[in-house]
């Protein structure tokens, strides 16, 4: 079936070292890929999207990076801080052919002071 | 900017009671969609609705249902609830964006529990 998924369960990473949080998706039809975070009690947040007709692009802080070819998806975080703890989601979707949203198996960033 | 507003925030019932949880979606987002999330768990689509006419489903189960209103608010009805059903419920709306994509945007989540 349909599945998202990431490498790695727990990132812990230095303040100010970057960070890389990788994703691997199932579906060959799935061009627009969505990168969430998640705090504690609260719904993900958008935090950049990418559509399969680019392989990267950047936001404040952020690049996503995306491989068609071996159906991966990455999310750089530049100078990470103490507030970029949370967990991350990436998020497949088939925009010609459904509305609906997959997510993968989240990743739980920790930043070390 | 308005985001998504999920009420309640948090509800406690029974066994075998019944819930009802409402989604107003970000002003002019056409399309809402609902997800649970049970702990250390990814989010799990549920049902999702386009102009007010369901447009995906998900892992709903049969004792849940949803529509989405003429004012497009949605709401989420769930009976018989049992233990299982413990969980965080997100709504999230979209509308079609100038690059033809819908992107997503959560509200904070019913956090549902089952005594």
């Known amino acids: 079936g349909e599945s998202v998924g990431l490498h790695l369960p727990t990132l812990s990473v230095q303040e100010g070292d970057n960070s890389i949080i990788n994703c691997a998706y199932s579906n060959s039809a799935s061009d627009y890929f969505i990168w969430y975070k998640q705090e504690s009690g609260k719904g993900p947040q958008f935090i950049i999207d990418?559509?399969?007709?680019?392989d990267k692009r950047q936001g404040q802080r952020v690049t996503v990076l995306l491989n068609k070819t071996v159906k991966h998806l990455s999310l750089q975080i530049a100078a990470t801080q103490p507030g970029d703890s949370a967990v991350y989601f990436c998020a497949e979707n088939w925009t010609s052919g459904t509305y609906k949203y997959i997510f993968g198996t989240g990743t739980r960033l920790k930043v070390l002071a | 900017a308005a985001g998504v507003i999920q009420s309640p925030r948090h509800l406690i019932k029974e066994k075998r009671e019944t819930a009802t949880l409402k989604c107003y979606p970000i002003p002019r987002h056409d399309t809402v969609y609902w997800y649970q999330q049970g702990p250390g768990q990814d989010p799990q689509f549920l049902i999702s609705f386009y102009e007010k006419m369901q447009s995906d489903k998900g892992s709903i189960p049969d004792r849940f249902s949803a529509q989405q209103f003429s004012d497009y608010h949605s709401e989420l009805n769930m009976s018989s609830l049992e233990l299982g059903d413990s969980a965080l419920y997100f709504c999230a709306s979209s509308s079609m964006g100038s690059r033809g994509i819908r992107p997503q945007h959560f509200g904070d989540g019913t956090r549902l529990s089952i005594l």
């Open positions: 990418i559509r399969s007709n680019m």
